[in-house]
């Protein structure tokens, strides 16, 4: 079982939806949840950062982690044609400098 | 406020040739990464650096070696290239490490042929 898995997509949505993006990890000691949005031919960027269960809210963007049931998502209010990138949770083992990417999920967001 | 900055962006390599990628951040970071992108792999880790003076090994490492030169600079040597190491290769760095988040570099794209 891969210790971060992530549906690829791609994901197809008109502007102004609500996306929801969602990631699984297999290992209990996970403590460090990001997701990361990454445009063509450029480098990941950090978007979301949480270390418990729960959400965390930023603009359009709330991150949620449910570790009972080792779930993360990430959801898109008013989603725009800029939203348009791959999508990429990640997650540190507590203690550990590894830090373990799901393969990432492609968004389109259609004007 | 320049970030991680990687060099070259582009590269074409015929099988056999070496080559050193660069990698230098500015935000006076402790930890640093090589990581490459694959289509359908996601990334994968080739070698971190914790600190100035070490280097550990990640996922990918056949094929590789590193060098973490100072604080600021962590570069990737590829010593006889493989077409399997045509790749998008992205280094990273970060604060202190574990549970400190990545800032990466816009990638070198590299082709062996």
């Known amino acids: 079982q891969k210790e971060v898995e992530q549906d690829p997509g791609p994901l197809s949505v008109p502007e102004g939806a609500i996306v929801s993006l969602n990631c699984t990890y297999s290992?209990?000691?996970?403590?460090?949840f990001m997701w990361y949005r990454q445009y063509s031919r450029k480098g990941p960027e950090l978007l979301m950062y949480?270390?418990?269960?729960g959400n965390k809210e930023d603009g359009r963007f709330t991150a949620q982690v449910d570790k009972s049931s080792k779930y993360i998502s990430l959801f898109i209010r008013d989603s725009q044609p800029s939203d348009s990138a791959t999508y990429l949770c990640?997650?540190?083992?507590?203690?550990?400098?590894?830090?373990?990417f799901g393969k990432g999920t492609k968004l389109t967001v259609n004007p | 406020n320049a970030g991680v900055t990687q060099t070259p962006k582009f590269q074409v390599l015929k099988t056999g040739q070496s080559m050193t990628l660069q990698c230098a951040q500015d935000?006076?970071?402790?930890?640093m990464y090589w990581y490459r992108q694959d289509p359908g792999m996601g990334l994968r880790l080739i070698y971190y650096?914790?600190?100035?003076?070490?280097?550990d090994k990640g996922e990918v490492p056949n094929g590789y070696n590193v060098s973490r030169l100072n604080k600021r600079e962590f570069s990737l040597r590829l010593e006889s290239a493989a077409p399997s190491q045509t790749s998008v290769y992205f280094c990273?760095?970060?604060?202190?490490?574990?549970?400190?988040?990545?800032?990466f570099g816009n990638g070198t794209r590299l082709t062996v042929t």
């Open positions: 990640a997650i540190f083992q507590g203690g550990s400098e590894k830090l373990v």
């Open positions: 949480t270390y418990s269960s």
């Open positions: 990273a760095s970060s604060e202190q490490g574990a549970g400190s988040p990545l800032h």
């Open positions: 650096s914790a600190s100035e003076g070490t280097t």
């Open positions: 290992n209990s000691a996970f403590q460090y």
């Open positions: 935000m006076n970071h402790n930890s």
